[in-house]
């Protein structure tokens, strides 16, 4: 007798509060299959994109996501400044590099306390996201938004970092550094801990090569990638700081590698409120000039890519945005298998998911698929050659 | 007319239930507080006990609508016996009767196996795989648990009267007072976690996995009154094990026994995160039951 059932994860995460549906195919307690479908949030962002001016971009790409909001519109600024050729000050890109790391931080200690909850230990939750204040209130205090901090510009940041906020900084850092060192003793130590998170969801270095994961999940896989080293973006080749990577690529070392992330991140924000020259933290753009540029940053879950063309008028032609949880997603595919459910939940939220990032459109039908992937390219296109006829050459 | 008064208002079913959310609120206030929250006021438990009795009880399309309603009612009705038998044994001793202690372990078996039954008869899946993880706690717990309480039967002399257990306890100290009553205390305080559901035993109802697990299917009244048994019964099990380790409900000195257990309880939930139900079972047998088995073992040898 087949006992096979189905446990639904979704459309509505419990948990996660974002819209997606897991289909957790089941053998008793033992998972042996995984559907997952996406695409109940699709915001059209690209195409939106196509209608604003590069001043507005910033603001709607930020609204991607809430815990990245500073990845997408760095990625979108470097992506413009590489299409058109635009020099960054260089205060400008050290300010840009700490409010990225302090993003970081604030997204780690989400994912930690979540996943807590997942394991059910409620204390870990809470605790976390108090500490995450912290860092919220650091936001707040240099740009004035606890999120969406609409640092970046074309060419710049928006605000700068006072002299008198530098001394406060630090303070908070060391205080962020004490509290995540008792969350990684704690967590390392605990006998319970370790006999939920060890072994789980084990995503061999392989299979992440396969599923081209990024971030954090695919350096706790063994590959060290990490777009901060491989392209050094903003004030990343003037600083000292370690990749952190593990080969086991199970849960525990996708948390070991989050919590040790935090205290290079410390570490990079320090060295650069030191190293940060004086100067002007932006430089006037007039006109962005005609052609096409990528941005890659390393957000907190992985690499954020931005493609951007422009045709020498105010407005982008052509906007493509890949956020990180589109590879990471997938990768579940293969890493809850053979899992209990317990496991299993643990697992899809190990690769601390965004989905609102990931969204894409599928065309259904009845039931079937309308269009493949490539068709829709093909569409896409076609639809840019009748808006943009004299891109034709 | 006086049994009844026992069996409804004290020191059954009212008292126990009023005694029973109070506890909750205990729970939930030093839970928030260890949480960094504030936590809820004392009526809480008994806003939402009553908000939840004017819900609508939804009974899905194919389930079996006498077990599926049934289920709480029996859950409550075994609860509340136990309340009953449990203080009447220990203000008038003398009305203990001969068996009746395995009676009460009887009685407490049956709340787990209300839930079990209900998930069942709700035909969902996710109630199902709750269910089942239950069942397999359920045969984790047990044997330890009984055979902490074996450990008191031998050091009392192989009575299984309750009134004899107290009179015993009242005469030669509790039984908590040596190495094997230690050793039985802390089995059957762990078994008492998981009897109750709590971290890290959570695992039949774990909501990061499978929604309410066993409850998943109960609304309104149903709901209620599973929710009314298990206040009641963290109210009931802790009263128990003073009642069997530590000399009973003879001095006021109960009440704080009683306090300190749940406090006990509700640490042991907030700084643990959830088994899962194959490390729990390993843990029940392979952990606490040699431990049991070496407390009779002392007990034998009256230590």
Redesign the interface.
Known sequence: MSNR???PIGPYH??QEEPEFFKLI?E??KVIGLEINLGYNHRGHEFIAQKMTYEQIPYLVERICGICSNSHPLAFVLAVEDAAAIEVPERAQYIRTIIHELERIHSHLLWLGLA????????????AW?YRELVLDLFEMITGNRNHYAMNKVGGVRRDILPEQIPLIEKALTEIETKTNMFTKAILD?P??L??LENVGVLTKQAAIDYAVVGPTARASGIAIDVRKDDPHCAYDKIDWNMIYFDEGDVLAKAKVRLLECFESIKIIRQCLKQMPQGPIENRVDEIAPGEGIGRAEAPRGEVFHYVRSDGTNIPIRHKIRAPSFMNIVSNEVAVIGY??????LCLAAVDPCYCCTERMAAFEDGKERYTGKQLLELSWEKTNKMFPHLNK | MKVIFWILVFPGFLFSSIIGMLLTWVDRKVTARIHWRVGPPWFQPFADFFKLLSKETLIPVNASRFLFLMAPILSIIAITAVGTMLFTMNFYPNMSFLGDLIVLIYLLTLPPLATILGASASKNPLAAVGASREMTLYFGYELPFITAIIITIIKTGGTIRIGDIVTYQHIHGPILYSVSGIIATLVALICMQAKLGYVPFDIAEAEQELMAGVYTEYSGFALALFKLSKAMMLFLLPCFLITIFWGGFVTWWAILKLLLLVVLIILIKNTNPRLRVDQALKFFWVGLMPLAVLGVILAFFKL
């Not at chain 1, 807590?116 to 605790?127: A, E, L, R």
């Not at chain 1, 209990?340 to 939940?345: E, G, H, N, T």
Request: glycine share 10%; net charge neutral; no cysteine.
């Open positions: 059932r189905i446990v419990p948990l089941v008793g307690e807590g909850h997942f394991i059910g230990y409620n204390t870990v939750w809470m605790w108090r605990d319970v801990i006999a939920r209990s459910i317990a496991d299993a939940a």
